[in-house]
């Protein structure tokens, strides 16, 4: 069990002062009751189905993922995408100009770049060669201002988990935030660290249903954490965040389980013929990475070169050579079986 870590004390003083706007549907909740007319909110009263606000806590949405997940309702909070979850966290417990935060590259942009939009610095610790965590770097660039740690497992674009030990240390031995971002979580082997969120009350995971889920275009980002971060995140958060086309169409998705799991197994098995594939067929291949996640990493001899003619197929590719330790690489998605022929056809016909 860790030694106390107070949250309170994270917080900026202002967001922890904060009295949060109350909306119309905040001061009466019960929507449910029948026969009830509403004047409240300045809505447009002619029924279109999305003439009222959102319910701004989502419950409906939370109930279901409280289930999936096997987590309580007050340990969720949903965001419009995990985008918009990771600025609120950085908004919530980090001041700009003063607090800091420690990424680890090559890892998801968008932790950078949040970071710079609110003047928060933002600690480089690499990986190493193996795309794992250096432990003792990163303890050694904690100081009293740094706020959250992010780790990004699986890590995009490595594609591979972080080993559970490493990322155990570093939850033990840093008294501020850890966020696991869980984005490619259902493609990997490796267990959540939803199951042990309840010993590390400093600890903030990240999921998404963008990536298996395939609801990318709906914007939906799911935070777990202890009540008092969840309270803190709701307290600043705009208050129709997700709204209603979205929550509606992730309820009747998350209804449809089965389904995301046979794409899931599908695209699981389409990376590792892609693996082979591409493995054993391709000269120019010097190296595929191991992958928990939908995408493969390739090291090619010119990734610039190779990514333009794969664009002369009609191919896309994320070239990632200019990211450190990634040199020459290529992250590629895993497509439907049809669409991996198409990219195993051409990078074999580009020998
Ligand atoms: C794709 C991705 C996300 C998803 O972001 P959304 O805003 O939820 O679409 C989050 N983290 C990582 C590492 C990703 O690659």
Known sequence: ????ININNLIRDNIRAIKPYSSARDDFKDVSTN???????????????????PDPLQKNLKKLV??????????????????????????????????????????????????????????KVLLN??????????????????????LCSPNNPTGNSFEASIVEELVQNFEGLVIIDEAYIDFSNEQSWLSRLEMFPNLIIVQTLSKAYALAGIRIGL???????????NSIKPPYNVNELSQQKAISRLHQIAGVESEISELISERKRLKKELESGVSFIEKIYPSD???????????????????????VVRNRS???????????????SEENQRLIIA???LQ
Not at 100 to 111: A, D, E, K, S, V
Not at 293 to 315: C, E, H, M, P, W
């Open 347 to 349: 990078l074999k016909a």
């Open 35 to 53: 026969d009830m007319v509403f004047l409240d909110a300045n809505e447009n009263p002619f029924e279109n189905g999305v003439n009222r606000y």
């Open 293 to 315: 996640s939908n995408f493969l990493l390739i090291k090619v001899d010119d990734a610039t070169t190779r990514y333009n003619q794969l664009i002369s197929y009609g191919i």
């Open 322 to 336: 200019l990211e450190p330790l990634c040199n020459n690489c290529l992250r590629i998605s895993v497509g439907v």
């Open 66 to 123: 409280s289930k999936i997940k096997k987590i309580g309702e007050e340990s969720i909070f949903i965001g419009n995408g995990s985008d918009e979850v990771l600025d609120l966290i950085v908004r919530a417990f980090c001041v700009p100009s003063k607090d800091n935060i420690i990424t680890l590259p090559p890892t998801y942009g968008m932790y950078g770049v949040i970071a710079e939009i609110n003047a928060i610095e933002n600690r």
């Open 223 to 233: 935070c777990y954490a202890s009540k008092e971060i969840i309270t803190v995140l």
């Open 129 to 150: 060669n193996d795309f794992q965590p250096e432990v003792k770097n990163i303890l050694e660039q904690i100081d009293s201002n740094t706020k959250i740690l992010f």
């Open 1 to 4: 069990m860790k030694p106390k």
